[in-house]
């Protein structure tokens, strides 16, 4: 049973301010990486999207990916347009931190 996979985190803005939780936090940006579970499964971004909904965030900034992937998927990126509306910004980096793409969550 594997808990995250090293090869892929992601980061959140929300807009709800001074939000607490028992994960690193860097002001109001949620950092958070997969869970790969027998029973759950979500990808580090569909995983950092649930933390701000639990944290009360109502709606997101920003959002961002280190990932070997090429691009954000359309269900991470349905996620965050579900809290942070369609046209919030979605950076896609790969594992060297180079930022290869932003896309709209739209």
């Known amino acids: 049973m594997e808990r995250s996979d090293p090869k892929e985190y992601a980061a959140i803005m929300s807009s709800k301010k001074n939000v ?3 994960c690193a ?3 109001v940006a949620l950092v958070a990486g997969t869970v790969a579970l027998d029973s759950l ?5 569909r995983t950092a ?3 701000a909904v639990a944290s009360g965030a109502t709606s997101l900034e ?3 990916v280190v990932t070997e992937a090429e691009s954000a998927s359309d ?3 349905a996620a965050v347009r579900d809290l942070g509306g369609a046209e ?3 950076l896609v980096a790969g594992p060297d931190g180079t930022v290869r793409e ?5």
Do not use: I, N, Y
């Open 88 to 90: 919030t910004p979605v």
């Open 20 to 22: 607490a939780l028992g």
């Open 41 to 45: 499964k979500l990808s580090a971004l």
């Open 62 to 64: 920003a959002a961002a």
């Open 25 to 27: 936090l860097v002001s």
């Open 49 to 51: 999207v649930a933390m």
């Open 75 to 77: 269900e991470d990126r």
């Open 102 to 106: 932003t896309v709209t969550a739209g």
